[in-house]
């Protein structure tokens, strides 16, 4: 079993930056890629970025590449997103992921474990 807990979400105004934190407990965590996710309001659960359970490969959506870093420490079991020039587009609950293999994967399909969430709103 794996927990994992979200952290770092907040109001903040377009062009603004935030960085989530992703704290992980339970399993090996320098063995599992790891995901962030996002749902906005009526909206599907979306793919944000991944990264393997190295830190060596990354991916990410079109929506946010250049603009949001995924990275992880592997010594404090932990996972983040750095998310710069923020759009109210990107206004969702932005959830992180574990997953059992090591490489990147872009669906929620792939992945097991899941935190409970961080609200982001970004203001216009």
């Known amino acids: 079993q794996v927990q994992l807990v979200e952290s770092g979400g907040g109001l903040v105004q377009a062009g603004g930056s935030l960085r989530l934190s992703c704290a992980a407990s339970?399993?090996?965590?320098?063995?599992?890629?790891m995901g962030w996710f996002r749902q906005a309001p009526g909206k599907e659960r979306e793919f944000v970025a991944a990264i393997s359970a190295t830190g060596a490969y990354t991916a990410y959506a079109d929506s946010v590449k250049g603009r949001f870093t995924i990275s992880r420490d592997n010594a404090k079991n932990t996972v983040y997103l750095q998310m710069n020039s923020l759009k109210s587009e990107d206004t969702a609950v932005y959830y992180c992921a574990a997953r059992s293999g090591r490489g990147t994967r872009t669906s929620s399909d792939e992945y097991d474990f899941w935190g409970q969430g961080t609200q982001v709103t970004v203001s216009s």
């Open positions: 339970g399993r090996s965590f320098s063995s599992s890629a």
